[in-house]
């Protein structure tokens, strides 16, 4: 009984909803694929530097995920796109870095 108690008070006090403003990773609602796209873009010569958030988000659409981790003065957030294989698993394939609200670098895998 004093288990169950216990166990009830952690969850109302520690529920994982308190911890979701202070998660830096968020995953978006973009498409698995969109990655596939983007790597062929910039294999035909697209450059995606210098492009603002929204531009991108118009451009090619959500990003897979979002890491708002920043690394000192190399980017302060990184947007993750991911590809999608032929056997139907996904991976992720295109991590854009942003500075300033603004894409810095890609880097496709």
Do not use: H
């Amino acid at each position: 009984l004093f288990l169950s108690l216990a166990l009830g008070i952690t969850i109302t006090i520690f529920s994982p909803d308190s911890f979701a403003e202070d998660d830096p990773i968020i995953v978006a609602q973009g498409s698995k694929s969109s990655g596939n796209e983007v790597m062929k873009a910039v294999e035909a010569g697209k450059d995606y530097k210098g492009m603002t958030k929204e531009e991108v988000v118009a451009e090619i659409g959500e990003p897979w995920s979002k890491d708002s981790t920043p690394v000192k003065a190399r980017y302060d957030e990184k947007w993750i796109y991911s590809c999608e294989a032929k056997d139907g698993l996904t991976y992720d394939c295109v991590y854009l870095y942003f500075m300033g609200g603004r894409v810095i670098n890609v880097e496709v895998l």
